[in-house]
């Protein structure tokens, strides 16, 4: 997996910005991991993210990342990163920032802004007298 950039905890994989048009989603696959993401509305107003598995037509499994009530979002961030996957004993994140553009009656665009972040490896290193120490690679 390609690292862009290293933080002290995580390696970036991806990051960037989509405009997803109105009814419209994103998908990002990454190594043989599939992950979608939609903006959706529902009667209750509350924001909230569901996380669904799903099947594609060609019977691939999705991991369906459905945001509900972000329409009229000006940068909204959810509280905290989603943890998606685990890869390779590492935990795949996502986190995320949305604004609408092109808001009007019929049809809510979003701008999303969106980091992949993989948590780093921990490795053992045994120091001069026997003692452990946990460290992240970097």
Do not use: C
Request: glycine share 4%.
């Amino acid at each position: 997996m390609t690292t862009l950039r290293s933080l002290t905890k995580y390696d970036v994989i991806d990051s960037g910005s989509v405009i997803i048009p109105d009814g419209e989603y994103a998908q990002f696959v990454i190594e043989s991991l599939v992950f979608r993401v939609s903006f959706l509305y529902s009667d209750d107003s509350s924001q909230r993210l569901d996380v669904d598995m799903e099947k594609n037509d060609d019977g691939t499994d999705i991991m369906h990342i459905k945001a509900y009530n972000f329409h009229d979002a000006f940068f909204t961030t959810p509280s905290k990163m989603l943890a998606v996957a685990n890869n390779n004993g590492r935990q795949l994140y996502l986190n995320f920032s949305v604004t609408s553009v092109n808001s009007n009656e019929s049809q809510d665009d979003k701008l999303f802004f969106y980091t992949w972040l993989l948590e780093k490896q921990v490795t053992t290193v045994v120091k001069e007298g026997g003692a452990d120490d946990n460290t992240n690679n970097k």
